[in-house]
């Protein structure tokens, strides 16, 4: 009896201290709400106009890439591809780094839709940063 109390004592201990592998892991899900290319068809000139984002899970891991498109003339100039950081809660950032300066891009897609806040960082310490935000369509 007493060894049967004493096993019963071990195999619940063991229970706690083991770490749970399932609990363990957060579930990742592919593509993010994010992925593919989205519009603004209000934009002004220097405004964001487009927005392509690849989205891939890797080894359990989210692997987020950006190009941005400003409005231009003739046509819009295009950033190059980006790396992003997918957020636990949901919504990616990415930072495009310029000649003149960078922009920080926060974006959280919402159905068809995407909230996009665009923080202007010049690289000259007399011009203050500014913040605008976009609503974007899925094209």
Not at 110 to 136: C, F, I, W
Request: proline letters at 5%; hydrophobic letters at 40%.
């Amino acid at each position: 009896m007493r060894s049967a109390v004493f096993l019963c004592l071990a195999i619940l201990l063991l229970a706690c201290v083991l770490p749970d592998e399932a609990g363990a892991q957060t579930r990742i899900y592919c593509p993010l709400p994010e992925h593919g290319t989205w519009i603004n068809d209000k934009a002004a000139p220097k405004e964001l106009t487009r927005l392509e984002i690849q989205t891939e899970c890797v080894n359990n891991a989210v692997q987020v890439r950006v190009r941005a498109y400003t409005k231009c003339i003739p046509r819009d100039c295009k950033w190059g591809w980006t790396d992003g950081q997918a957020w636990p809660g949901g919504g990616i950032r990415v930072v495009l780094v310029g000649f003149f300066g960078s922009k920080q891009f926060d974006l959280r897609a919402v159905g068809d839709r995407m909230d996009a806040y665009v923080t202007n960082a010049l690289h000259d310490p007399t011009q203050q940063e500014t913040v605008k935000s976009y609503v974007l369509r899925r094209e």
